[in-house]
Nanobody
Framework: QVHLVERGGGKVQAGGSLRLSCTFS????????TGWFRQTPGKEREFAAS????????YYADSLKGRFTISRDNAKNMTYLEMNNLKPEETAVYYC??????????????????WGQGTQVTVSS
């Protein structure tokens, strides 16, 4: 059974940076694309970024391009999200997700097969 665990959330001031990490276990990591989503209370889960199983193509939400960077290390079964110039409205629970390489819809939350428990990111003004 695939298991995802996020780490690296916390509190930061506006304009600051955080690096989230996601550990993958229980399967062949290079057979899954991975993505990051975020969610605030009362709202749907929002796509942030996704990266292919080969660490090749990446996709970002338009509002995050140039500030967020997704990466992965297949040797370590890890996915990362580097977040810079954070804004208070980006306070949310951030989730890591994995989707089998036989299909890949990077931006669609309901296409992902596995999810982590989430990590809270709080950006103060």
């Amino acid at each position: 059974q695939v298991h995802l665990v996020e780490r690296g959330g916390g509190k930061v001031q506006a304009g600051g940076s955080l690096r989230l990490s996601c550990t993958f276990s229980g399967g062949a990591f290079d057979q899954y694309a991975t993505g990051w989503f975020r969610q605030t209370p009362g709202k749907e889960r929002e796509f942030a970024a996704s990266i292919s199983w080969s660490a090749g193509p990446t996709y970002y939400a338009d509002s995050l391009k140039g500030r967020f960077t997704i990466s992965r290390d297949n040797a370590k079964n890890m996915t990362y999200l580097e977040m810079n110039n954070l804004k208070p409205e980006e306070t949310a629970v951030y989730y890591c997700a994995a989707e089998g390489r036989s299909k890949w819809f990077p931006r669609w939350a309901d296409k992902y097969d596995y999810w982590g428990q989430g990590t809270q990111v709080t950006v103060s003004s």
